[in-house]
């Protein structure tokens, strides 16, 4: 794992490099950073796979890039499972798997699945999505695993033993930022268990204009106002630490790091904790009925 230190993490510059040969599955993919993110890798000639929840938005940037959508909504682990499947049955290989879906929701919801909508769709849905291609990652040479976090990570808190905050008040942001942290401590003991085979890393984009926070009434205020054009960066700069980490030469020296876009990130002290991430992994495991591998 890199040292904490800050350093830099090059931005790409102009175009990709030939990404002929390797295959890039991106979640999220329908609007957005995920949107940005696939035209940029079809151009470099990568194949890419794009999933996302919307049928028509999803099918619309396929058909932009010339390949077939894949479509799952998260707040249902069985579309995951059966997503997973058809990836296994699509790639022979997966070079890149970038987790980049996720939301934030004004009140606490429980899925279908028993849990909160939240940690469902940005920790849960990924943990699980992982843990079905993990092979695949793990036979493609070079692989690596992408999840887009946020700054925001640094207001969450994480409690084993209550992960999904059944005892504490709902807050939309608090929620959201520990599902963030979550997705940091995952990376972090991802790269672990992945050692020697493929690598983990995890960015905040910056504060992008997008969809995301069309739902919530506190994000909203920048996000469906005027103010979004002053205090946000377009979709295509949110998606460029991603397409940093899914192209440099160089991904051990990142592996199992959270970048603040290009560079090594400060993080919440939960973020280091080797046992509370082992801990995460194990209760995650449990919480999608997958061995703890």
């Known amino acids: 794992m890199p040292d904490r230190a800050p350093h830099d993490a090059s931005a790409p510059s102009g175009a990709l490099p030939h990404l002929a040969g390797r295959t890039v599955v991106v979640t999220g993919a329908s609007s957005g950073i995920g949107a940005a993110a696939v035209r940029r890798f079809a151009a470099a000639g990568a194949t890419v796979v794009p999933v996302g929840r919307s049928p028509e938005r999803t099918t619309a940037i396929a058909r932009e890039i010339g390949v077939e959508p894949l479509v799952a909504d998260f707040t249902r682990l069985d579309d995951v499972r059966r997503l997973g499947e058809e990836l296994l049955a699509r790639c022979e290989r997966i070079d890149v798997l970038a987790h980049n879906a996720g939301g934030t929701f004004p009140r606490r919801v429980v899925t279908e699945d028993g849990h909160e909508k939240t940690i469902q769709v940005n920790h849960l849905a990924p943990f699980l999505l992982t843990s079905v291609l993990r092979e695949r990652v793990e036979a493609t040479p070079g692989a690596r695993v992408i999840t887009t976090s946020s700054v925001g990570h640094t207001i969450g808190r994480v409690d084993l033993t209550d992960l999904e905050g059944e005892h504490r008040p709902y807050r939309a942001f608090r929620v959201y930022g520990t599902t963030k942290l979550l997705n940091i401590l995952f990376t972090r003991e991802l790269s672990r268990r992945l050692v020697g085979t493929a690598t983990a890393s995890c960015f905040h984009p910056g504060a992008v204009a997008s969809d995301f926070g069309r739902d919530s009434r506190a994000a909203g205020l920048v996000y469906r106002t005027p103010l979004r054009r002053v205090l946000l960066v377009s979709a295509e700069e949110g998606a460029a630490p991603l397409l940093a980490l899914a192209t440099r030469e160089d991904p051990e020296t990142v592996d199992g790091a959270y970048l603040d876009r290009f ?25 999608v009925g997958v061995p703890v591998a």
């Not at 990130?265 to 280091?272: C, I, K, L, N």
């Open 263 to 287: 560079r090594i990130g400060r993080t919440a002290r939960q973020a280091d904790d080797v046992e509370l991430a082992r801990g995460v992994w194990e209760a995650s495991a449990a919480m």
